[in-house]
């Protein structure tokens, strides 16, 4: 069976200029291409493999998410039939399709009787072209008929959130006409039709599959599959009763392709009807006798019910289920894994005591429409949406989720409706919710990061980006600007219980990190102390961040704790400091020069945010040094020998990021740095020196919150060496002492691999 989505039968489509196909010989029989790599088996590659491709699915079929179109055409007129393709698989630099292929039919040698395989060979190509293969005089017949056929077939792909429209078109004078339009789209990673054919039998299997049903509805379109036998006195009639809501709108014939024309045989019809207007409308078929006064064989009768300003039909015994946003009433969009359902009970209440029951009904759709329905027969039931399954953002009202039916009483609920038929059908709609979480930094919790987040991100800062914009979205209009940041800010004070926010928001950096070392350790509700206090913070020294602060008002910052936002006092009524921000310096860094052989070198440092302090040896202008490949150093200014150069710096404005990093116990960090450093491609002896150095500093405190830099110091003290190093591993460890661990997002190191002339370096900062 081809791919089954609801029909979109009514949405426009733009047509391309045509492209006109170039004939392909029979004898191309390749299975690969370069665009689909090998091709599966199913796809046709020879006439009779098309021809028995096209009657068993038809025009289009989807599957291995290829899509696979065939089209049967006079040889004689092979030039007359183009195609084209629209839509947004064909604004991106990756082909939708291959060259279609033309496969006319080979006259097969007749075969040896003594030869099994040929045979076979032989008997398989009749079968597949529904030729008796004792008729071998067919073959002889038919490659002399001017009338002989071909079949194209053509293969288009649609990659993961696009779509795509083919369009076929034949000659008609001297222009040409439209013939068929197919629509695919990749919502979630899977292919899918989405014209008239991914539900509309178009080729004898599906006819045969479902031509025992009385009609078949989809959206706004009706079908009666009437099949009859030509070589019988009896023919299909129509009658309309009620509203008359439908209008005939095209008989398409679904019989099997056929190289040899039969009398009689059998007749697939689809007699296809479009909704005009709402109202109650019977059709019925009778299959009656061409005499008058016969009676009918078979009947087909729908009885519809036609809503929505004729945009959709039900037949009885069907139910349409619609999710739709509360506030718009549009359907929502949502796919993937993840398929919401509704679990429903129904109650019979029988002599021997009430019998209960209900399907699960999976919502794959939207709207999905689901047959079978007993509901409205029942003494009771009820339907239940399950909420682990809605879209994102989405939420029932008041936790409406259900909507009952007891004792002839419907009891309604806030965001559902429902409508019941005089067909016996119905349509119901949940109405949700769009309540976004407001987490636009992916940290888990709604506060006030999320709005510095979201303002940095609307003013361009390209190092930040918003996992998943809908829990951002606030207008609830597909993307994010200003109106969001003001939604979300609102939804801010609400949520704080009315505390007043900063008008100047903060990314806070290591830089923004504050403690409060005065008398005032109390949190308000507003920069102010006539703000009511939401806290006390304990005089614990915990580290804070700055998230932002009042316009022309040096006195206070906005911050948070323990999940708390709110004031915190800078200065004291006598002009004293309330507060005390972190500063820190670049501290023993230490470089050193592994050349292949004995090299002068020149050393030059750059800082952008410090200023230079301590160096060893002197740093005039740079060190000029002869190095060694064993890493020994000879400066050249006093003749000394050293292991490395060294250098500090203080009055450090650097921001660092601490984004990412580990929280590490003061007992841990010795075991800690060993397996880092490893990992990042310090030396042995270049590791011990780096652990001899900072291992007395951190492990007697209780936590270190440890990250080592990257863009952010190498940015800021910039090393210029001549010669130019072939690697250079720079390892720049920042780290504050913290009294509780912290949660932080791991950070990726990178393993560094020497080569060549090999330049070193290692140093850190304590945040304090």
Same mark, same amino acid.
């Given at each position: 069976?081809?791919?089954?989505?609801?029909?979109?039968?009514?949405?426009?489509?733009?047509? %391309?200029?045509?492209?006109?196909?170039?004939?392909?010989?029979?004898?191309?029989?390749?299975?690969?291409?370069?665009?689909?790599?090998?091709?599966?088996?199913?796809?046709?590659?020879?006439?009779?493999?098309?021809?028995?491709?096209?009657?068993?699915?038809?025009?289009?079929?989807?599957?291995?998410?290829?899509?696979?179109?065939?089209?049967?055409?006079?040889?004689?007129?092979?030039?007359?039939?183009?195609?084209?393709?629209?839509?947004?698989?064909?604004?991106?630099?990756?082909?939708?399709?291959?060259?279609?292929?033309?496969?006319?039919?080979?006259?097969?040698?007749?075969?040896?009787?003594?030869?099994?395989?040929?045979?076979?060979?032989?008997?398989?190509?009749?079968?597949?072209?529904?030729?008796?293969?004792?008729?071998?005089? /067919?073959? $002889?017949?038919?490659?002399?008929?001017?009338?002989?056929?071909?079949?194209?077939?053509?293969?288009?792909?649609?990659?993961?959130?696009?779509?795509?429209?083919?369009?076929?078109?034949?000659?008609?004078?001297?222009?040409?006409?439209?013939? $068929?339009?197919?629509?695919? $789209?990749?919502?979630?990673?899977?292919?899918?039709?989405?014209?008239?054919?991914?539900?509309?039998?178009?080729?004898?299997?599906?006819?045969?599959?479902?031509?025992?049903?009385?009609?078949?509805?989809?959206?706004?379109?009706?079908?009666?599959?009437?099949?009859?036998?030509?070589? %019988?006195?009896?023919?299909?009639?129509?009658?309309?009763?009620?509203?008359?809501?439908?209008?005939?709108?095209?008989?398409?014939?679904?019989?099997?392709?056929?190289?040899?024309?039969?009398?009689?045989?059998?007749?697939?019809?689809?007699?296809?009807?479009?909704?005009?207007?709402?109202?109650?409308?019977?059709?019925?078929?009778?299959?009656?006798?061409?005499?008058?006064?016969?009676?009918?064989?078979?009947?087909?009768?729908?009885?519809?019910?036609?809503?929505?300003?004729?945009?959709?039909?039900?037949?009885?015994?069907?139910?349409?289920?619609?999710?739709?946003?509360?506030?718009?009433?549009?359907?929502?969009?949502?796919?993937?894994?993840?398929?919401?359902?509704? +679990?429903?009970?129904?109650?019979?209440?029988?002599?021997?005591?009430?019998?209960?029951?209900?399907?699960?009904?999976?919502?794959?759709?939207?709207?999905?429409?689901?047959?079978?329905?007993?509901?409205?027969?029942?003494? +009771? /039931?009820?339907?239940?949406?399950?909420?682990?399954?809605?879209?994102?953002?989405?939420?029932?009202?008041?936790?409406?989720?259900?909507?009952?039916?007891?004792?002839?009483?419907?009891?309604?609920?806030?965001?559902?409706?429902?409508?019941?038929?005089?067909?016996? +059908?119905?349509?119901?709609? /949940?109405?949700?919710?769009?309540?976004?979480?407001?987490?636009?930094?992916?940290?888990?919790?709604?506060?006030?990061?999320?709005?510095?987040?979201?303002?940095?991100?609307?003013?361009? +800062?390209?190092?930040?980006?918003?996992?998943?914009?809908?829990?951002?979205?606030?207008?609830?209009?597909?993307?994010?600007?200003?109106?969001?940041?003001?939604?979300?800010?609102?939804?801010?004070?609400?949520?704080?219980?009315?505390?007043?926010?900063?008008?100047?928001?903060?990314?806070?950096?290591?830089?923004?990190?504050?403690?409060?070392?005065?008398?005032?350790?109390?949190?308000?509700?507003?920069?102010?102390?006539?703000?009511?206090?939401?806290?006390?913070?304990?005089?614990?020294?915990?580290?804070?961040?700055?998230?932002?602060?009042?316009?022309?008002?040096?006195?206070?910052?906005?911050?948070?704790?323990?999940?708390?936002?709110?004031?915190?006092?800078?200065?004291?009524?006598?002009?004293?400091?309330?507060?005390?921000?972190?500063?820190?310096?670049?501290?023993?860094?230490?470089?050193?020069?592994?050349?292949?052989?004995?090299?002068?070198?020149?050393?030059?440092?750059?800082?952008?945010?410090?200023?230079?302090?301590?160096?060893?040896?002197?740093?005039?202008?740079?060190?000029?040094?002869?190095?060694?490949?064993?890493?020994?150093?000879?400066?050249?200014?006093?003749?000394?020998?050293?292991?490395?150069?060294?250098?500090?710096?203080?009055?450090?404005?650097?921001?660092?990021?601490?984004?990412?990093?580990?929280?590490?116990?003061?007992?841990?960090?010795?075991?800690?740095?060993?397996?880092?450093?490893?990992?990042?491609?310090?030396?042995?002896?270049?590791?011990?020196?780096?652990?001899?150095?900072?291992?007395?500093?951190?492990?007697?405190?209780?936590?270190?919150?440890?990250?080592?830099?990257?863009?952010?110091?190498?940015?800021?003290?910039?090393?210029?060496?001549?010669?130019?190093?072939?690697?250079?591993?720079?390892?720049?460890?920042?780290?504050?002492?913290?009294?509780?661990?912290?949660?932080?997002?791991?950070?990726?190191?990178?393993?560094?691999?020497?080569?060549?002339?090999?330049?070193?370096?290692?140093?850190?900062?304590?945040?304090?």
């Amino acid at each position: 069976m081809k791919t089954k989505l609801l029909s979109m039968l009514t949405a426009s489509i733009m047509l %391309t200029a045509a492209v006109p196909m170039q004939p392909i010989q029979a004898a191309d029989k390749a299975a690969s291409n370069g665009i689909f790599g090998t091709l599966p088996e199913w796809v046709p590659q020879s006439f009779p493999d098309a021809m028995e491709f096209y009657n068993s699915h038809g025009k289009s079929y989807v599957s291995d998410n290829i899509i696979c179109l065939v089209r049967p055409m006079l040889q004689y007129k092979e030039d007359d039939y183009e195609f084209s393709i629209s839509g947004s698989m064909t604004m991106i630099n990756t082909p939708a399709g291959g060259d279609p292929k033309i496969y006319e039919l080979e006259t097969p040698k007749k075969p040896d009787p003594d030869d099994p395989a040929a045979v076979m060979a032989y008997e398989d190509i009749c079968w597949k072209i529904g030729i008796d293969p004792d008729n071998y005089s /067919f073959f $002889e017949s038919y490659s002399g008929c001017k009338t002989q056929y071909a079949f194209e077939v053509e293969l288009f792909r649609v990659l993961k959130g696009h779509d795509l429209t083919v369009t076929w078109h034949e000659k008609d004078g001297d222009g040409y006409k439209t013939t $068929e339009t197919f629509t695919f $789209e990749n919502k979630w990673g899977t292919t899918v039709e989405t014209d008239i054919y991914s539900w509309l039998p178009d080729c004898r299997s599906e006819f045969n599959a479902r031509q025992q049903e009385d009609a078949m509805a989809n959206d706004n379109y009706l079908a009666f599959l009437l099949q009859s036998n030509a070589g %019988t006195p009896y023919e299909w009639t129509e009658t309309v009763t009620g509203d008359k809501c439908l209008e005939l709108a095209e008989v398409r014939d679904c019989s099997p392709f056929e190289l040899m024309p039969r009398d009689g045989g059998i007749v697939n019809k689809i007699h296809l009807y479009k909704a005009v207007k709402d109202g109650n409308t019977t059709v019925s078929y009778d299959l009656m006798p061409l005499d008058p006064d016969g009676k009918s064989l078979k009947n087909k009768t729908a009885k519809c019910a036609v809503f929505d300003d004729a945009q959709a039909i039900l037949l009885p015994g069907q139910m349409r289920v619609t999710l739709a946003d509360y506030d718009s009433g549009k359907p929502l969009s949502y796919g993937g894994d993840t398929i919401p359902g509704i +679990s429903t009970n129904i109650t019979f209440y029988e002599p021997e005591g009430p019998m209960s029951t209900g399907p699960i009904l999976p919502l794959e759709t939207n709207p999905s429409v689901h047959d079978n329905i007993t509901f409205f027969g029942a003494d +009771s /039931f009820s339907f239940y949406l399950d909420k682990n399954a809605l879209p994102a953002g989405y939420s029932f009202p008041d936790d409406a989720a259900q909507m009952g039916y007891f004792n002839g009483t419907l009891l309604p609920k806030d965001g559902i409706t429902l409508r019941r038929f005089d067909n016996g +059908s119905a349509d119901v709609v /949940f109405k949700l919710k769009y309540t976004p979480s407001g987490d636009a930094n992916s940290d888990g919790e709604f506060n006030v990061a999320d709005m510095v987040h979201l303002q940095k991100w609307l003013l361009g +800062s390209h190092n930040l980006r918003i996992a998943d914009r809908e829990k951002a979205d606030f207008c609830h209009d597909g993307k994010l600007n200003v109106f969001d940041l003001i939604m979300m800010k609102r939804a801010l004070i609400n949520k704080n219980h009315g505390v007043v926010l900063p008008n100047i928001a903060v990314y806070p950096t290591t830089k923004d990190w504050f403690y409060i070392s005065g008398e005032d350790f109390n949190m308000y509700s507003g920069p102010g102390t006539e703000y009511s206090v939401i806290d006390t913070i304990p005089d614990n020294r915990d580290w804070l961040y700055e998230y932002g602060y009042m316009k022309d008002n040096d006195d206070w910052i906005y911050t948070e704790y323990e999940g708390k936002h709110g004031w915190v006092r800078v200065n004291l009524d006598d002009g004293s400091k309330n507060i005390t921000f972190s500063s820190f310096v670049y501290d023993k860094p230490v470089i050193y020069l592994y050349p292949e052989t004995e090299t002068d070198v020149h050393v030059e440092l750059d800082l952008k945010d410090a200023d230079l302090a301590t160096t060893y040896p002197k740093y005039n202008n740079g060190w000029d040094v002869t190095a060694s490949p064993d890493g020994t150093l000879l400066n050249k200014a006093d003749g000394t020998h050293h292991k490395y150069l060294f250098w500090d710096a203080v009055n450090c404005n650097t921001k660092y990021d601490l984004s990412k990093g580990f929280c590490v116990a003061g007992s841990d960090t010795e075991s800690f740095l060993k397996e880092k450093l490893t990992y990042m491609g310090l030396t042995e002896q270049e590791m011990n020196e780096f652990i001899v150095y900072w291992l007395p500093r951190m492990e007697h405190n209780k936590y270190n919150l440890i990250s080592f830099q990257g863009d952010a110091y190498t940015n800021s003290a910039e090393l210029n060496i001549t010669p130019e190093p072939d690697s250079l591993l720079r390892v720049f460890m920042t780290y504050a002492p913290l009294n509780k661990a912290v949660d932080i997002e791991p950070q990726q190191l990178v393993t560094f691999e020497r080569k060549g002339f090999t330049v070193v370096e290692w140093g850190g900062s304590e945040i304090s």
